[in-house]
C-alpha cells in the first residue's frame, strides 16, 4: 500500500495506491466523507473499500482532498474538491492505461464528489454512492445520469433521512437506461459501526462483481 503523492488543481495530493498484476485490470477511486468534519482517506468505510477492492483485483487508490492530511491547499466548499478527485483520476489513468473499466466509490460528502465527477468523466462505467447527502446537496445535476450504480444508506440516518436518498434513487431509476441497484441497511445511521462496514463491503462488491460479470459476459457475445 505505497504512499504516493501527485500533482493536483491547487498544490500536491496524498494518497495511498494498490497497483494491480493484471495489465488491463479494472481501476476504482475512492473519496472520503467532509474534510471539515473529521473526513479522511483513513476513515473506516473508505479504508474497508480499498482493501475490498483490492481483493477483488482492482488497481485502486484512496487519496486526502485539499487540506487534508498531506494534501496541500485549503477546502474550497466541494468546488475545488471535484477538481482533486479529476487530478486523481487522471493519475489513476496514466498509470493505468489499459484498465478495462473505471469506477468511483465515494462516502458521504465523498458520494456527492463522485457523483459530480461522474457527469464529467464519460469512461466511467461504475459507482458506490454511500450514504449520499441527497438533503444537503441538490443531485438535480445527474440529468441523465451516465450510467447505473449502488446506492446504500443508512435507515437511521440522523444527518440525510433515507426518505431523500429514496426519492433521490427513485428519479433516477425513471431515466432511460439506467438502473440503480438500491440497499438500505437497518439500525445503521449515517457513521457505520464495524459490523455496519463489513455489510456496506460486502454489498459493494456483490454489486461490482455482478456488473463486471455482465461486462465480461457482453464482451465475450462480442
Partial sequence: MPEVMFAGPDGRLEGRY???KRPNAPVALLLHPHPLHGGTMN????HALFQRY?????SVLRFNFRGVGKSQGRYDGGIGEISDAAAALDFLQAVNP???ML???GYSFGA???MQL???????GGFVCISPPASHYDFGFLAPCPC???VVHGEDDELVPVGSVSKLVEKLNTQKGVSIDYRTIGNAGHVYTPEQVERVTDMAQDHVQAIMGKSRMALAAD
Fill in 18 to 20: 494498490h497497483h494491480a
Fill in 43 to 46: 476513515n473506516r468505510v473508505i
Fill in 54 to 58: 483490492q481483493a477483488m483485483g482492482f
Fill in 98 to 100: 489499459a484498465a478495462s
Fill in 103 to 105: 469506477w468511483v466509490a
Fill in 112 to 114: 456527492y464528489v463522485g
Fill in 118 to 124: 461522474l457527469m464529467r468523466r464519460p469512461e466511467m
Fill in 148 to 150: 447505473g450504480g449502488l
